[in-house]
């Protein structure tokens, strides 16, 4: 497809990145000093794109705040919007973990039942719920997928940005974040990447066949990022493997997948696509959820990934 040597030239172009994601590999151990055990009901993302140790905090699928951890230093920014989105109103936008309002933020959310019937669905909140879904740990959870689970650094889910739009007016090229990184296990015992992209509406002007050519573009991110210099590093990270030593294989598969709403049907699924440059095979699969059934609280799948999120 056109947008993969697109998005190619992109970052050969634009090749700053390689430092950049380079230096976010770097241990933020030391930053840590928070624990997520009383934060119950949000959200919470490791951002990769920030320079120290970066948290995205969202409530079923609204950005609600942000926790910097740098220096042994923790500090919780807390969205201006909350107020008029949840009726939460604090004394500034920004305090220290341990601070009266950074434990009346984690009170009100955790105590929070239901999202404000003035915030509509949107993908963020079918992202929020489908990574809570995966991660949970065994079958008394009532795991989702055995098959499928989050990639998790520095102890959440990542929320993974990647350099692939093209600049405008000569800058740097602008990211999309990819809404969920994930490792799938095959019957083979092995595993390899899963990206997946979450759009809505489902429809002719949105088409499955169009959205896939988003998809595309941030998985030959990851590959690209695993044959540059950090690339066993983030190998490393991607796969959950601890030891010292590490080499990303001569060859790479990576699931990318569509996530949307049953409805039009236009398929760009089921197929593989090589692109040797990145000794990489892309495979394109689908996956569309029943939305009366979201909206009961639980998922129900077709698509040709359907049988990869069946419990096994």
Not at 4 to 13: A, D, F, M, Q
Not at 44 to 61: D, F, H, R, W
Not at 85 to 98: R, T, V
Not at 297 to 309: C, E, N, Q, V
């Amino acid at each position: 497809m056109e947008i993969i040597s697109k998005t190619l030239n992109i970052l050969n172009e634009y090749s700053k990145w390689e430092d950049l994601y380079a230096y976010y590999l770097q241990d933020k151990h030391e930053d840590m000093k928070i624990s997520f055990d009383d934060m119950y009901g949000l959200s919470i993302y490791t951002q990769v794109n920030y320079p120290g140790l970066s948290y995205a905090l969202s409530y079923e699928g609204v950005r609600v705040g942000q926790i910097i951890c740098y220096k042994g230093n923790t500090t919780l920014f807390h969205n201006y919007g909350n107020k008029a989105n949840f009726g939460l109103e604090l004394s500034g936008n920004s305090c220290g973990w341990d601070d009266t309002d950074a434990i009346k933020f984690r009170k009100f959310f955790k105590n929070l039942q239901s999202i404000p019937k003035d915030i509509p669905l949107n993908k963020f909140q079918v992202r929020d719920r489908l990574v809570y879904e995966l991660s949970k740990r065994n079958k008394a959870d009532g795991k989702l997928s055995y098959n499928v689970s989050p990639v998790i650094i520095h102890g959440a889910p990542t929320m993974f940005y990647a350099p692939v739009k093209a600049p405008v007016n000569g800058g740097n090229p602008s990211r999309k974040i990819i809404d969920i990184l994930s490792r799938v296990k095959m019957m083979d015992d092995k595993c390899r990447i899963c990206i997946m992209m979450i759009a809505d509406p489902n429809n002719e002007s949105n088409s499955q066949s169009e959205f896939m050519a988003d998809t595309l573009s941030v998985s030959v991110f990851i590959a690209k990022l695993l044959r540059s210099k950090s690339g066993e590093g983030w190998w490393a990270h991607f796969m959950d493997i601890k030891t010292n030593t590490t080499s990303v294989p001569k060859k790479i598969d990576i699931d990318v997948v569509t996530v949307m709403p049953e409805g039009h049907i236009d398929e760009f699924s089921d197929k593989e696509i090589v692109v040797p440059e990145l000794a990489t095979t892309f495979h394109c699969h689908s996956l569309y959820y029943n939305k009366s059934d979201y909206k009961k609280g639980r998922f129900s799948f077709s698509g040709t990934y359907s049988l990869k999120m069946i419990k096994s």
